[in-house]
């Protein structure tokens, strides 16, 4: 009996949440949520998303918008790290301004476009971010380009 308690308080000990434990490199609570969807517009984004907080590493609100000959093809937003999100954030300015992948401008029809952001300084920055111009997003790169990590 007393090994049994024991080991219960042991596998306890090793699976305790960490969640709401303070982080140790600044001593405080620090919590973001993102809008979090997989949708075609930003209609559907809007009904079928939600909010949700962000764990562990995952701590910034990540947005990629893809179109194809000018057409919305795909939204998703949700957290992420913020290493892997800039990373591929990084790939919208790549290269040759012809070769860029990120192509917001509403005329730009030739190839598809990928476009990402990385954002956090409020729960619905990556939702506030696409809705502009009717949710498509910022139609300049240099918006796509901008660093909004606060
Ligand atoms: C958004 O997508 C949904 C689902 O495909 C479609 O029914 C709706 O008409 C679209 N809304 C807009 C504004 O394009
Ligand atoms: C947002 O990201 C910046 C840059 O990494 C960081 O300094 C800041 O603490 C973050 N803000 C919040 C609210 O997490």
Sequence with gaps: MKIFS???VIIQGQYAPTASVPDTTTGEFRE??????????MTQCDMIGEMKPCL???????IEVRK??????????????RRACLDNKKQNARGRWRNHQCRPEPWWKKAP??????????DNCARDFVLLNDGF????????????LL
């Design 137 to 148: 997003g910022p139609f300049d790169q240099s918006e796509w380009n901008e660093d909004l």
């Design 6 to 8: 024991l080991v219960v």
């Design 113 to 122: 476009s990928v476009c990402r952001q990385c954002c956090n300084d409020s």
């Design 56 to 62: 562990g590493e995952n701590d910034v609100c990540m």
């Design 32 to 41: 973001v949520s993102c809008w979090h969807c997989d949708a075609v517009n």
């Design 68 to 81: 194809r000959e000018g057409e919305l093809e795909q939204i998703c937003m949700g957290c992420k790290s």
